[in-house]
């Protein structure tokens, strides 16, 4: 195996940038073969056009130092002298890098033993000190540490964690040593080989200063005082056990590691295989309807659309094309036959071209005329809906640039243990948490991110790996309905219920929506332990690294900005007079954020304009549904099936038809449908509870998670591969766990959460 190669798969991950750059040094040297050969053979000097030999690598300033020695004329002494300084910054940048870990590796130890001493009230081993082991075997060490009290419990557990990451870590920087002192032999011995100059002899005993075998003496000793503080603390001081603990855990680390880098090889190969066409000869012969399956869809939808507008069915001409509309509409976005976003750009030009929309100011209203209906269209495209939508994706930007909502996410997970259910249940309450602020279309993707170290150590189908994405995709779409701004659904809803009135408060979307999200993830997660039983197959998960860079001034200023804005969503009752709208405090974080460089015109580039078009195409629906009649009298045939029934009755019947329908279709397409049905049957009834038969919609929309195709987090995880192309799960297990996780939301709703609505006054 070339060194290249070597080093990589040896390297620690978080430290890759901190080796020797070993592709860079190769280049120089090729460079500098290929110079000589010209100056020999040809008599001229290596000119820009001189080719690279290789890929670039993006590691290190020196590549443009590299760039350089390739764009201008230079002698043999400079080549040489350029060379020579790139050895010289490799090897500063090494030294500094060792320097740093070993005085972080000397404090965290102090620190540690300090902890011991205090507990014990003995003195503690130190790096460079012999231990005499057989003076901690008495009385005085186990009286402490043998206990098995909770408190003693939970403090052996800080410290066996701690210790076994400076073991680690330690070791860990004992191989970097070995690996950087090796890297510097070769390259020095390649370029000897290929450049007349050689330069082994007098460079070698440099770096052999730099890293002599003290350093490795140092690190054994400091290793060994680990050690025998782990005997002490975790092995009633037995160092031969404690030793091979450490050193077993240790090896188990170095593997997953490997494991690692070697899943990243493999699926790296795979994705650049997939960019190589087979000239047919592998094409899965696909039948007839699925290569015609578009189509057909919209050849079905077109016959519904000219059935629906010819067949009388009402005596109003408007209602009869609005009804056709809302047919051919709601097939398109169910089938997926063309792009959602597309279909919601045709609802405006249908809704102008048909004349669906009424003056509902005259008595009896008259039919608008395309010239009259196109502003009121635009005008309610974009409303504070659609405000408050950008206003949430510019957060949820930020947070997600600058590494905030990642930070956050393993503060978390990096607490909680390596009990598999505990793992499981603080991976599903994360992935609530970020859905809340950064959408449920993003959080689930983060979230995956996080546990792929741990899905890379497991067989893709191992139990625990199926229990991970599968709590992720559930508890992310129980985060669909935490706040106002967590998913497309809530922001129709809001709609829907500020009609005739204020919108509700953040405070009480909150007080309704976290109970009802946090008890859904607590049968979520007892459902997925009683179906997988994770804990069976794993007994220990390995821990997530922490990062303890502390926060810079841009991560400050979002958390800020980002808290600022939500108080404000949440005082919006308050602030009502001076705002008007909470659309318009949405934009404080664009223009915080926009304008002072915290996101870019790139970042607004990437904003999911196809969601706002979704928005924007389903606000005009709404309006031409109500505007042209049909929505009431599609309300009035509802009120009338449901007439006589309790408040609770038509709350649980509606979150029935909620959720079977958006099993079925996405949960953003069921809101447009059936929210203004709800909303028009809820004014209606005594005491005018449209606000919580809406609400109650809105929460069973998020909580209808049985398919794969019920949600955007369930499409992610469905699809979610290993490196080499296997599926995590499958339909099967969504049925498993998914629909009667979505029978648990349904009772939830409508038990709890109907208490709370009523509670807070819908």
């Known amino acids: 195996?070339?060194?290249?190669?070597?080093?990589?798969?040896?390297?620690?991950?978080?430290?890759?940038?901190?080796?020797i750059n070993y592709s860079l040094l190769k280049k120089l040297i090729l460079a500098a073969s290929t110079a000589e050969y010209h100056e020999a053979y040809e008599g001229v000097h290596p000119s820009a056009d001189l080719e690279d030999a290789g890929p670039r690598s993006p590691l290190l300033s020196g590549q443009s130092s590299l760039s350089r020695s390739l764009s201008v004329t230079m002698t043999r002494e400079q080549r040489e002298k350029e060379f020579l300084e790139t050895l010289d910054n490799e090897l500063a940048k090494i030294i500094r890098f060792y320097l740093k870990k070993e005085?972080?590796?000397?404090?965290?130890?102090?620190?540690?033993?300090?902890?011991?001493?205090?507990?014990?009230?003995?003195?503690?081993?130190?790096?460079?000190?012999a231990t005499d082991l057989s003076a901690l075997q008495s009385a005085q060490r186990t009286a402490f540490w043998s206990q098995n009290s909770r408190p003693v419990a939970a403090q052996r557990e800080k410290l066996r964690a701690a210790l076994e990451e400076l073991y680690a870590t330690s070791s860990n920087l004992a191989s970097y040593v070995e690996q950087n002192r090796t890297g510097f032999r070769k390259i020095l011995k390649k370029h000897d080989k290929l450049v007349s100059h050689p330069m082994s002899s007098n460079y070698l005993p440099i770096v052999d200063q730099k890293f002599p075998d003290s350093h490795a003496a140092h690190l054994r000793t400091q290793m060994d005082a680990i050690a025998s503080l782990y005997s002490m603390v975790c092995c009633n001081g037995n160092a031969d056990k404690a030793a091979a603990i450490l050193r077993k855990q240790q090896q188990e680390q170095v593997s997953f590691e490997r494991n690692s880098i070697w899943k990243d090889m493999v699926g790296q190969e795979r994705r650049a295989a997939t960019l190589h066409v087979q000239d047919g000869k592998e094409v899965v012969q696909e039948s007839w309807f699925s290569m015609h399956r578009q189509a057909l869809l919209v050849a079905f939808a077109l016959a519904v659309f000219a059935f629906l507008l010819t067949y009388p069915i009402f005596k109003e001409p408007e209602k009869q094309n609005c009804l056709a509309l809302l047919a051919f509409a709601s097939i398109l976005w169910c089938s997926e036959a063309i792009p959602l976003f597309v279909t919601s750009m045709l609802v405006p030009f249908l809704i102008v071209a048909l004349r669906v929309l009424d003056d509902v100011a005259q008595e009896p209203p008259?039919?608008?005329?395309?010239?009259?209906?196109?502003?009121?269209?635009?005008?309610?495209?974009?409303?504070?809906?659609?405000?408050?939508?950008?206003?949430?994706?510019?957060?949820?930007?930020?947070?997600?640039?600058?590494?905030?909502?990642?930070?956050?996410?393993?503060?978390?997970?990096?607490?909680?243990?390596?009990?598999?259910?505990?793992?499981?249940?603080?991976?599903?309450?994360?992935?609530?948490?970020?859905?809340?602020?950064?959408?449920?279309?993003?959080?689930?993707?983060?979230?995956?991110?996080?546990?792929?170290?741990?899905?890379?150590?497991?067989?893709?189908?191992?139990?625990?790996?199926?229990?991970?994405?599968?709590?992720?995709?559930?508890?992310?779409?129980?985060?669909?309905?935490?706040?106002?701004?967590?998913?497309?659904?809530?922001?129709?809803?809001?709609?829907?219920?500020?009609?005739?009135?204020?919108?509700?408060?953040?405070?009480?979307?909150?007080?309704?929506?976290?109970?009802?999200?946090?008890?859904g993830n607590l049968l979520c997660w007892a459902i997925i332990l009683a179906v997988y039983k994770p804990g069976q197959n794993i007994k220990e998960v390995r821990p997530l690294k922490q990062n303890e860079d502390p926060l810079n001034s841009t991560q400050i200023y979002t958390i800020i900005v980002s808290l600022a804005t939500v108080i404000a969503w949440c005082c919006n009752s308050f602030l009502q007079e001076y705002t008007g709208e909470m659309g318009v405090l949405a934009i404080i974080p664009l223009v915080a954020f926009f304008g002072f460089g915290v996101l870019s015109k790139d970042d607004f580039n990437g904003f999911l304009w196809n969601v706002v078009m979704l928005a924007m195409g389903g606000l005009a629906l709404g309006e031409a549904v109500q505007s042209s009649g049909l929505l009431a009298t599609i309300s009035n045939l509802i009120s009338t099936l449901v007439g006589g029934q309790s408040l609770w009755a038509v709350l649980a019947i509606f979150c029935g038809l909620v959720l079977v329908g958006t099993t079925f279709i996405s949960h953003t397409v069921g809101a447009m449908v059936i929210l203004p049905i709800v909303q028009s049957v809820g004014d209606k009834m005594p005491g005018d509870h449209s606000k919580l038969l809406v609400m109650g919609a809105a929460l069973m929309c998020s909580g209808a998670m049985g398919l794969p195709v019920s949600g955007f987090p369930n499409m992610n995880a469905v699809s979610l591969e290993d490196a080499t192309g296997q599926n995590y799960i499958d339909t099967v297990d969504f049925l498993k766990v998914g629909v009667l996780g979505s029978i648990m939301a349904y009772a939830i709703i409508i038990s709890i959460g109907y208490v709370l609505m009523l509670a807070v006054g819908f």
Do not use: D
């Not at 060194?3 to 940038?17: D, M, Q």
């Not at 404090?107 to 130190?126: D, F, L, N, R, W």
């Open 1 to 19: 195996m070339k060194f290249t190669h070597t080093l990589k798969y040896n390297s620690v991950p978080e430290w890759r940038e901190s080796y």
């Open 366 to 519: 008259a039919r608008l005329t395309p010239k009259q209906a196109a502003p009121r269209v635009f005008h309610t495209m974009f409303s504070q809906t659609i405000m408050l939508l950008l206003g949430g994706f510019a957060i949820a930007a930020a947070l997600s640039k600058h590494f905030i909502a990642k930070q956050l996410a393993v503060a978390i997970l990096s607490r909680v243990g390596r009990k598999p259910h505990h793992v499981l249940l603080a991976n599903m309450l994360v992935a609530t948490f970020a859905s809340m602020w950064i959408s449920n279309v993003a959080a689930p993707v983060l979230c995956f991110s996080l546990v792929q170290p741990i899905l890379r150590t497991l067989p893709t189908n191992h139990p625990f790996c199926k229990s991970l994405v599968l709590g992720i995709a559930l508890a992310s779409n129980l985060g669909g309905m935490t706040s106002p701004i967590s998913s497309p659904q809530n922001i129709f809803a809001i709609e829907r219920m500020s009609m005739g009135g204020s919108p509700p408060s953040w405070l009480q979307w909150f007080a309704i929506a976290l109970p009802v999200s946090f008890l």
């Open 103 to 129: 005085a972080e590796i000397t404090a965290k130890y102090e620190e540690v033993s300090m902890m011991v001493q205090h507990a014990e009230g003995i003195p503690s081993p130190t790096p460079g000190q």
